[in-house]
Structures are given as structure tokens and as C-alpha cells.
């Protein structure tokens, strides 16, 4: 069973804002950088969950389906999500030299997560898929 995009983000949420009166055992850079790997994975679920409904064999590779999101999801949409992703999965990954991330720059990515989240619940612009479908 997979846990569902809003519980990551929430969990993103709980790692990036600590409850009050808690000590965090994780310094602020790992806090953040987890709540990167937290927010991208949610968005990677509700891309899978897009692209299960609209045509299940567009999950198995990554790059086609932010490809051909333009085309089904619209411009926007596919726009944003392609920036979110790409500002997640550069937060996850560490580089020698170079500082973690902030809170404050993950903390910026999750309402456009969320946001994202429900974009990709709705569904498909009929649309934007039967003019994919005659190009």
C-alpha cells in the first residue's frame, strides 16, 4: 500500500515546522532537504495517478510523461509541475560544497505542491486530449 500524496506533503509540513516545544533531533539543512525528497515524491504519486486515468502506460517512463502533461493537463499546469519537480529533485541531492537547502525555500515549494496536488485530481481536459489525439 502506498501512502497518499497529502500525507507526504503533510509529513513535508510537520519536518519543515516542528511542533511547538519539541526538539527537533535533525538540523534545519537535513529537515529541509527530507521535506524535498517528502514534497517530490508526492508530486511523482499524483503524477502516476494523473497519467492511471488518463492512459496507464504513460507511468512507466518519467521524462514522457512531464513531456505530454503540456497536452492534457495544459500549459500551465505541466509549466509549474516541471519547475516544482525540478526545484524538488535539486533540494534532494547533495552536493559537496554547496549548503543545504532552507526551510524557507522548501517551505515556498509546498503550497505550489499542494496546489499541483489538486490540478492533477481534476480531471483530464477533454479538450487538450482529443487535440493530443489528432496531432
Known amino acids: 500500500m502506498s501512502t497518499s500524496p497529502e500525507i507526504l506533503v ?3 509540513d510537520r519536518l519543515l515546522l516542528p511542533a511547538p516545544g519539541t526538539v527537533p533531533t535533525l538540523g534545519p539543512g537535513l529537515r529541509a532537504r527530507a521535506a ?3 514534497l517530490r515524491m508526492a508530486l511523482d504519486r499524483a503524477l502516476d495517478g494523473y497519467w492511471q486515468r488518463v492512459t496507464p502506460s504513460m507511468t512507466r517512463i518519467g521524462k514522457h510523461r512531464m513531456l505530454c502533461l503540456e497536452w492534457y493537463a495544459g500549459h500551465d ?3 509549474r509541475c516541471r519547475t516544482t519537480w525540478s526545484a524538488l529533485s535539486a533540494a534532494c541531492h547533495y552536493r559537496a560544497g ?3 537547502p532552507t526551510t524557507a525555500e522548501i517551505r515556498t515549494r509546498l503550497p ?3 496546489t499541483l496536488l489538486a ?5 483530464p481536459d477533454t479538450v487538450s486530449a482529443a487535440s493530443a489525439a489528432d496531432a
Open 119 to 123: 490540478a492533477l485530481r481534476e480531471r
Open 10 to 12: 503533510k509529513a513535508a
Open 36 to 38: 524535498a525528497v517528502l
Open 112 to 114: 505550489e505542491v499542494t
Open 77 to 79: 499546469t505541466a509549466r
Open 98 to 100: 554547496e549548503l543545504p
